[in-house]
């Protein structure tokens, strides 16, 4: 007979073990499924795990895709360990990208190195404030946090809409919602001549930010007070007051850190690969990197990582449609089963698998 | 080492030879590219293209070799576009409007690549646009709405407020108007090109305020399922809700609702350019067909339509595709009284593409 036991604490090694028996079970079930379909499972599996890791075009591409992703996600993090669930980063993300724009357009074409940094001031003012609408809501009349962040994200998107369609419409644009491109000094720097990049690679001055940022978030999650006052919130909120924690400012903090961040993400992407202000820009990156923080499990570290795997599965998939002939549908079953994976194991962090009849109490 | 030096030059030379051959080897299948915007599916934009994409490999056979790639979304397609010509592709059809900036960028890092991007306005050596006078099948689709209503209200599902589907409500309104003086236009903006709960709202929302013909600007089938709906038990003689295939013809979806419709038909000029460049005469050029070539192809007409209104619509068609009749001929007035076309005058292309204004007589304003 086979029976789940609680572990008496957390394994420490199937917190971090789990991940990876969640890719090798994605694997196994993903080749069973691409061989249904009538395709090579190894070929398969390799063009979407391996070959975006080898081609070096597709390495450039994971780090594009990964930044918005991991810089996200790192904001949220703070949030979800103090247990403040900030859904709306997707809503941030799109009012930082349209501040950063509008700032961008209003200087159009006045070279200024002072223009990109006063982009991203605008990009990160812009979410901080997005998400210091629930922020206040919350402290102030203990209105739910998810909700109002969340329904925050379908108002930035209209917001979005409307002004690419009005006062940021390209004029010389016979009328399409969209901004017109950037001049040079609004569009944030391509690393190329960088070692390790292509030659036409897209890897900007964002990628190197998050990635910079990474061990940044760490140092102060770990070493900085307020990493530990976060953590006390999160895992005991009366011990956290009993020791001087005001919960407001916990709120205020991490919805706004969260902000700022997503906000600096759309600023980004709006200035980096896009280039322009578009009503197509966001990817629902918001989102994803919910599922991010936590495959990183709220660990910077953690979350870098997580953040390559999920571009990984992105860009493999579109390869496998364009060698292998996949159907979209089927990627996307694909993706599915890795998060369903990687979900459904962690119960392995908190107990273990028993075979055969109860023992007796430890 | 001597010996190994020649023969490392030796494979050297092979290999360079080998190579050159494989160039100017002309036998090798032209590879074509096509990007879509939503998933393949049965019907619908992305559908019409695949159709011309299998139509191509239908004509060519051999000779040429096809790949695509089906949901890419606009806000992130310069890889996907870019890793499609480092694969070596010959041809690349970028099938939106959103891939318009990708499309140009890449095209400047790979100038020996062709591209052709969908409904578009910029071009460079290497990239052409294309797109549909599907306008003309508006008019056509006028000339029907505005003589099977019974209310003198049609119902119009609009997507975005762009001058493409602008100049489809102008077109409609203006030929329903020239045959029922009477008729009335109502437009419910859904915000979507594809979302099969909204635009049935939208059918529902249009038919409760007496619209009986629905015309539309998404690419769902959901309004003329609930078109077909209203024909459920009726008596003999007893007619339900009209409406009008989009994109796709949509017949099995409303055989009784159906009217007619506007199919977008890419395969005469996917084929053109595939020909043109095999032949080497290809060249960066803007296309906007119509009725003429069969871009804009109109749908069977439903069997309920009078015999003299089948053969007006028909008229129209014919005098469109043979240059005779332009949708927009005036006099023509915008919606706040002002002159747009003098007596006889058509208006011109640049106008058209730009289009942000209601013609006179369309109620409402263009949201924003």
Known sequence: MIRLEPRLAPSRTMMWGTPVLAVIATMIAGGILFAILGKNPVEAIWTIFVDPILDP???DELFVKAAPLVLIAIGLSFGFRAGIWNIGAEGQFIVGAIAGAAV??????????????????????AGTFWAMIPAFLKVRYN???????????????QLLRAMVAGPLRNPAGFNFPESRLFHDSAVLPLLQG??????????????????ILVPLAWVLLRKHVLGFNIQVMGSAPRAARFSGVRPSSIVYI?????GALAGLAGLFEVAGPAGQLVPALPQGYGFTAIIVAFLGRLNPLGILAAGLVMALTYIGGENAQLDLNLPRAAISVFQGMLLFFLLGLDILVRYRIRFGARGIAQ | MKLLKSLGLATALTLATGGVMAESHSEDPLKVGFIYVGPIGDFGWSYQHEQGRLAVEEEFGDAVETTYIESVPEGDSERVIRRMAQDGTDLIFTTSFGYMTPTLRVAEQFPDTMFEHATGYQRADNVSTYSGRFYEGRTVQGILAGHMTESNVIGYIASFPIPEVIRGINASYLAAKSVNPDVEFKIVWVSTWFDPAKEADAANALIEQGADVIMQHTDSTAPMTIAEATWDGLEQGETGIYAFGQASDMMEFGPNARLSSIIDNWAPYYIERVQAAMDGTWESADAWHGIDQGTTTIGAFNENIPEDVAAEATAAMEAIAAGELHPFTGPINKQDGSVWLEEGETADDGTLLGMNFYVEGIEGAIPN
């Open chain 1, 194 to 211: 960088m070692p390790g990049l292509t030659q036409y690679t897209r890897v900007h001055l964002g990628v190197l930010i998050a990635l």
């Open chain 1, 143 to 157: 209105a739910n946090e998810i909700l109002v962040s969340l329904m925050l994200v379908y108002v930035a998107d």
């Open chain 1, 104 to 125: 961008g357009l209003a200087f159009y074409g006045t070279p200024a190195i002072w223009l990109l940094p006063l982009m991203a001031l605008a990009g990160m003012a």
């Open chain 1, 254 to 258: 991490c919805l706004g850190l969260s």
């Open chain 1, 57 to 59: 075009y597709s390495r």
